[in-house]
């Protein structure tokens, strides 16, 4: 198995080292490793969503999707062990104290302005999100994304590069939906508090009201496509160092090919924009002050063997130009206190931070 995988990243360093387009990437809990290797430099696009291939999609759905074809790639497996890459393992963070009060200062008189605009009635709910740059030296990406790989194993772990674009990874725990067949799955995952290793969470009524704004919206979404939904009860579960609300959604389709319907349905979800959500992206495009560009956008393969499975990009970082651009935002409603939600959004840094 060491051989197998020692070959997979050869594979990856290689189309990095000469600029073609790759993306490689671990579904939960899974030890199967997949990526696909362009055959070109092309910067293509997704036309339709009965392509087979893997999206890599933006978070203002406006916006092109950029699509590696199962045709036009090379589609490469490799089964892993984590312990290959244990001695990787880091605990700590080096940039934990690498924030600034202007920063802080600039979040909190942002997360206040949506807390005033929804107590004025005009939103439910509103994420609001920032970036931190970190600068770096002598960074190996491979190292960076095996650490991922060993540390979050109950997330959906990629490394997606285009020379066009860039250079994006993550471990999001979020997906956004999955089909197979007839049958559709999804969660409605949202409230955030620090991971404490032994100790029941106790959620507050903020955080179960904005992880309830969530799950009814993708019932009254998804309600037209399906014959019968399941919605589960909320539980709890791990995401890093923190910990969030999930309720698993399912049901089956009336009738096949709505994938495109269901995405657009979808996304964005309550859970990275807000309700209504045509008001929350109004209001995150005019006052956030920065391009969200991937940041809660969306990506995973589509029609693989009559199964999709994509994933909202949370949790997530942009390499350029000796710097890791990290992604971090929080859910704002009424009960929202702006410090608080400053503080989440550090603890939500820490994710990739671990890794650098």
Same mark, same amino acid.
């Given at each position: ?6 070959s ?6 290689? !189309?990095?080292?000469? +600029?073609f387009? &790759? ?8 030890k ?10 092309e ?5 339709s &969503?009965?392509?087979?291939? &893997? ?16 045709? =036009? ?8 062990s ?5 001695d ?9 104290? +690498? ?12 997360? =206040?302005? @949506? ?14 999100s920032r ?12 190292? *960076?994304?095996k650490?991922?790989l060993?540390?979050? =194993?109950?997330?959906? *772990? ?12 993550g471990?999001?725990?979020? /997906? ?6 007839s049958?559709?799955?999804?969660m409605?995952? !949202? ?6 290793k032994?100790?029941n ?7 179960q =009201? ?35 609300i999930r ?6 389709l009336?009738?096949? +090919? %709505? ?18 959500? !045509?008001?929350?992206t #109004? &209001?995150?495009l ?10 809660? @956008? ?11 499975? %994509?994933?909202?990009n949370? /949790?997530?970082?942009?390499l350029?130009?000796? #710097?890791?651009?990290i992604?971090?935002g ?7 206190? !702006? ?18």
């Amino acid at each position: 198995m060491q051989k197998e995988i020692t070959s997979f990243f050869n594979k990856v360093k290689q !189309a990095y080292d000469l +600029n073609f387009p &790759f993306v490689v990437f671990r579904k939960p809990n899974e030890k199967l490793i997949t990526g696909y290797f362009q055959n070109s430099k092309e910067l293509n696009f997704l036309s339709s &969503f009965s392509e087979q291939g &893997f999206v890599f999609a933006p978070f203002d759905k406006n916006q092109k999707k950029i699509f590696f074809s199962k045709d =036009q790639s090379t589609k490469i497996t490799s089964e892993i062990s984590q312990e290959e890459f244990k001695d990787l393992v880091v605990t700590s963070s080096i940039f934990k104290d +690498n924030l600034n009060e202007t920063s802080k200062e600039n979040h909190i008189q942002l997360v =206040q302005k @949506g807390i005033n605009f929804i107590n004025k009635g005009n939103a439910k709910k509103i994420v609001l999100s920032r970036k931190e740059h970190i600068k770096i030296q002598d960074l190996d990406v491979f190292d *960076v994304y095996k650490k991922m790989l060993y540390n979050y =194993q109950n997330a959906f *772990v990629y490394l997606w590069y285009h020379p066009s674009i860039g250079l994006w990874m993550g471990a999001t725990p979020e /997906r956004l939906l999955s089909v197979a067949d007839s049958t559709f799955k999804t969660m409605a995952l !949202a409230g955030t508090q620090l991971n404490e290793k032994g100790v029941n969470s106790v959620w507050k009524d903020k955080e179960q =009201q904005e992880q309830k704004f969530v799950t009814d919206f993708i019932f009254e979404s998804t309600k037209p496509y399906l014959n019968s939904i399941k919605i589960s009860a909320p539980y709890t579960v791990e995401a890093g160092n923190v910990v969030h609300i999930r309720t698993d959604i399912s049901g089956d389709l009336i009738s096949p +090919n %709505l994938l495109s319907e269901l995405v657009s349905s979808l996304h964005p979800t309550p859970a990275i924009c807000g309700l209504p959500k !045509a008001i929350a992206t #109004e &209001f995150i495009l005019k006052n956030e002050a920065y391009n969200r560009s991937y940041y809660s @956008g969306f990506l995973g393969e589509i029609n693989n063997e009559n199964s999709t499975e %994509l994933f909202v990009n949370l /949790r997530c970082m942009e390499l350029k130009n000796k #710097e890791a651009v990290i992604y971090i935002g929080g859910g704002i409603t009424k009960d929202s206190i !702006a410090e608080n939600e400053w503080k989440e959004t550090v603890a939500k840094s820490k994710v990739m931070k671990k890794v650098l």
